[in-house]
């Protein structure tokens, strides 16, 4: 018997798993069944599982929400929800992480994410499975970092998940409820954010003037860029966090917290002229400027100039739109 985890407990447990797993990342096997005629539908057989399915459960929000083959299956209790899933399963739609427990794939939470998220929600989902952090936050004693600008997040993990894995996977499904949600939302999901921060700064910056942002162009997330140091004498390799090939523009946010200090400072101006000398464009934005909604404004419009972009007309209620994205993306992160 296996418990199948709904795509809200799976983002849950898959949040924890990348968490303390580090450099293994989510590990499993794609289940390859068909029908879920062996689910589990009550929390008395959600108690016979072993000792690591119940310690992954220990970090499950209650009730935990399952899904079952039939309406007859159907349990409500303050510990357990299940819910009808009566279609064949999409072949890589769910993980089996062994133990008697199975949880949607990334890309599958991502879709059914869709039934219930809004546009810009689904796309932080996105961007956070595609990304090297997890909204899940480890015991300080650990040797990840824990920044204030994370909220509770565990960096520099592998990515759940592959952007364009993502795109491909929710254009060959059909007929799922969330799905078109899911596709107009993977169109903005990129590899390689590696902080909340990151990923609210693309969104500001990137996200379409209809939903409250500038509209600009699509930039890498922390690429790879081989460069040769100053001097002359040797490559270096630097992961620029907002990156435009082509201008060469590197967008690096600045957080007070993991910039402050003498080192900090030498280090970030050392980083700048090894970019500089090999041509990129840096263009730091500090924390102040990205929570002052005017300054933030000049700072995307001076970025717009610089990648050769015309300002077009601007919508009266495109202020209002604005201000309600930055409340979605930096409410959390004051």
């Known amino acids: 018997m296996k418990l199948y985890l709904n795509h809200e407990s799976s983002l849950e447990l898959i949040r924890y798993l990348r968490s303390v797993n580090g450099e293994d990342g989510l590990e499993g096997d794609i289940c390859r069944k068909r029908l879920m005629n062996d689910a589990i539908k009550t929390m008395r057989s959600v108690s016979e599982l072993d000792t690591t399915a119940y310690f992954w459960l220990e970090h499950v929000s209650r009730p935990i929400h399952a899904f079952v083959p039939e309406q007859g299956m159907v349990t409500t209790t303050k510990q357990l929800v299940t819910h009808v899933f009566s279609q064949r399963i999409p072949y890589g739609a769910f993980l089996d992480l062994g133990h008697g427990i199975c949880v949607c794939t990334p890309q599958y939470v991502f879709l059914r994410m869709g039934r219930s998220c809004d546009f810009v929600e689904l796309v932080k989902i996105g961007l956070e499975l595609c990304g090297t952090y997890s909204g899940w936050k480890l015991p300080s004693a650990t040797r990840r970092s824990q920044r204030a600008d994370g909220q509770g997040c565990t960096f520099n993990i592998p990515q759940a998940l592959q952007a364009r894995r993502l795109y491909?996977?929710?254009?060959?499904?059909?007929?799922?409820?969330?799905?078109?949600?899911?596709?107009?939302?993977?169109?903005?999901?990129?590899?390689?954010?590696?902080?909340?921060?990151?990923?609210?700064?693309y969104l500001l910056l990137c996200l379409p003037k209809r939903v409250g942002g500038y509209g600009l162009p699509k930039p890498q997330l922390n690429p790879k860029l081989t460069i040769t140091n100053p001097s002359g004498t040797e490559t270096i390799e630097r992961y620029p966090d907002l990156f435009w090939e082509g201008p060469n523009i590197d967008v690096e946010y600045n957080s007070d917290e993991e910039h402050s200090g003498e080192w900090s400072r030498y280090r970030d101006s050392r980083r700048e002229v090894e970019l500089?000398?090999?041509?990129?464009?840096?263009?730091?934005?500090?924390?102040?400027?990205?929570?002052?909604?005017?300054?933030?404004?000049?700072?995307?419009?001076?970025?717009?100039?610089?990648?050769?972009?015309?300002?077009?007309?601007?919508?009266?209620?495109?202020?209002?739109?604005?201000d309600d994205l930055r409340r979605n993306l930096l409410g959390g992160l004051q």
């Open 276 to 322: 500089t000398v090999a041509d990129v464009r840096v263009l730091p934005l500090t924390r102040n400027q990205l929570m002052d909604t005017d300054g933030f404004d000049e700072f995307a419009n001076g970025l717009r100039r610089m990648l050769g972009i015309q300002k077009r007309r601007e919508d009266p209620r495109w202020r209002q739109h604005r």
């Open 168 to 201: 491909q996977f929710v254009e060959r499904i059909a007929g799922h409820d969330g799905v078109v949600g899911a596709r107009q939302a993977a169109r903005f999901v990129l590899d390689g954010s590696a902080s909340p921060m990151e990923t609210a700064v």
